[in-house]
């Protein structure tokens, strides 16, 4: 399948660790043997993720899934917030404790990047250093943990607000953490909206429901849809 849409030469095959020997070993020996050449430059296995009884598996019932998380009210991206805050060599830990604390990490740093005003001249010399910063965090065996770091010391540094945003905005071309949007949604807002989906998801639709109107009083309205909720400004 990988030859027949990507071709006879791959940059990156990615999969878990548990996946070096039998399955990659083969799958190299299958696939150079056919080609006559070597055909992937980089093998990326990352760690299990676990929860506190272990590496989580189908076979010991439930497992994550977007899909999961979705359904106890949770943004995908708080999700991949927490995971990016670690390297992809280290077992990560999950709990909905450290996804909560996740989430409120998140929101606050979208709250920060939605007060940045896109105004002034980008500072180039300024810009430079944080974005040398960040290629270096990346180009260390992808520690995302570290380009993270660099996101927050452009928020704490005292470059102009174009600058910043600039900044962020690359920066999120390789995060995708929808960092930067046009609807600047408050930090309260989306905490209620947390609140809202978690309630639903406890079946608690009275309180839910009274949750709303607060988020509709400060200016915002949910919309459930097939592909997770939206929040739209009235």
């Not at 990560?92 to 929101?107: C, R």
């Not at 300024?126 to 380009?147: H, I, P, R, V």
């Not at 978690?198 to 079946?203: D, P, T």
Request: negative net charge.
């Amino acid at each position: 399948i990988s030859m027949k849409y990507l071709g006879e030469y791959l940059d990156i095959h990615c999969g878990g660790v548990d996946n070096i020997f039998p399955h990659h070993t083969n799958e190299i020996a299958q696939s150079e043997s056919y080609l006559g050449h070597k055909w992937c430059n980089y093998w990326v296995h990352g760690e299990h993720l676990n929860d506190k009884d272990g590496k989580m598996s189908k076979s010991k019932g439930e497992f994550l899934t977007v899909s999961l998380l979705e359904s106890k009210g949770y943004n995908p991206l708080s999700y991949r917030f927490m995971c990016l805050q670690s390297h992809y060599r280290k077992v990560l830990e999950f709990s909905y404790d450290a996804l909560d604390n996740s989430t409120n990490a998140y929101n606050k740093q979208k709250s920060k990047i939605s007060d940045i005003k896109e105004n002034g001249d980008i500072d180039l010399d300024g810009a430079s250093k944080y974005m040398d910063q960040f290629k270096t965090a990346l180009e260390n065996d992808l520690n995302t943990s570290a380009a993270l770091t660099t996101l927050y010391d452009v928020l704490k540094s005292d470059m102009n607000d174009y600058t910043k945003l600039e900044l962020i905005k690359s920066f999120d071309k390789v995060l995708s953490l929808n960092l930067v949007d046009s609807d600047n949604i408050p930090e309260e807002v989306l905490e209620l909206v947390n609140l809202r989906n978690k309630l639903k998801a406890e079946k608690n639709y009275e309180e839910a429901d009274k949750v709303r109107v607060k988020i509709s009083d400060l200016g915002y309205k949910v919309l459930d849809t097939r592909e997770g909720f939206k929040i739209i400004k009235l």
